[in-house]
């Protein structure tokens, strides 16, 4: 595992921007999944300007690896993609047929759907305080899985870890979500990590240390051949 550690969050945000722009400058297709949540809004933010209107980025294929429904809403998207378009894939007016959603009707089918594509070549992966990735919660998936739905009976805060993430509004809490699995992701060519602030210090200490543990699922991640951990200097301050 590579570790980089930068001065600050906007430091973080402009090393993780070059390595998403770096594989998007593939002659090639080009398959690579990105994050949603805040601690990416940096790195998009950079890359908007860089990407929007660029023909010869016509060759990048997008992938959200997890997605929530919202209960009672007949829409194409849930948490996950609402969040990606708002923050990348609109302003930065990405072509819808490069997009490729994940959702709870082809979950079952993603990983099959992505191998017919060539594999997935990059993920922009961010890093939770318990050490989840993706949907990957601890007590959740197995290391051997690959896409899975996680249902709000499988942990004791699932129904609580669901409202949060629809805003609280319990109309709307849905009573699974679906996520790439520990093996998906771990079969993508090159993994990308990010974490800021002291919240992610405990966790950025685990994955360095390089105990792996299923309590702590990200831990996995670190025996990938090609992993790069990008840190600013408060996630890195237990080091």
């Known amino acids: 595992m590579k570790l980089i550690v930068t001065k600050d969050y906007q430091e973080m945000s402009t090393v993780a921007a070059q390595q998403v722009l770096g594989q998007m400058h593939s002659q090639y297709r080009t398959n690579i999944s990105i994050t949603a949540g805040s601690t990416p809004k940096g ?38 993609m609402r969040n990606l378009n708002k923050a990348f894939f609109d302003p930065a007016e990405i072509d819808r047929k490069n997009i490729h959603v994940l959702d709870w009707t082809n979950y079952q089918t993603q990983d099959e759907r ?13 890093v939770g305080a318990d050490g989840h990735f993706c949907g990957n919660l601890p007590n959740t998936t197995k290391f051997g899985d690959l896409t899975s739905r996680v249902d709000e009976n499988d942990t004791p805060d699932m129904k609580a870890v669901l409202l949060g993430e629809v805003g609280g509004v319990e109309e709307k809490r849905p009573d699974h979500y ?44 670190t025996t990938h051949p090609d992993i790069t951990l990008i840190v600013d200097k408060e996630a890195a301050s237990l080091l």
Do not use: R, W
């Open 178 to 221: 679906v996520t790439m699995g520990p093996k998906s992701i771990m079969q993508i060519k090159k993994l990308v990590m990010i974490a800021s602030g002291e919240a992610k210090a405990g966790i950025v200490k685990s994955l360095v240390e390089g105990i792996v543990t299923e309590e702590k699922p990200a831990t996995l991640l």
């Open 43 to 80: 790195v998009y933010e950079i890359l908007i300007p860089l990407v929007k209107g660029k023909s010869y980025f016509d060759n990048v294929h997008y992938y959200n690896f997890d997605e929530i429904p919202f209960k009672g809403e007949d829409n194409d998207y849930g948490v996950t």
């Open 114 to 126: 992505i191998k017919e594509d060539g594999g997935l070549d990059f993920v922009l992966l961010g």
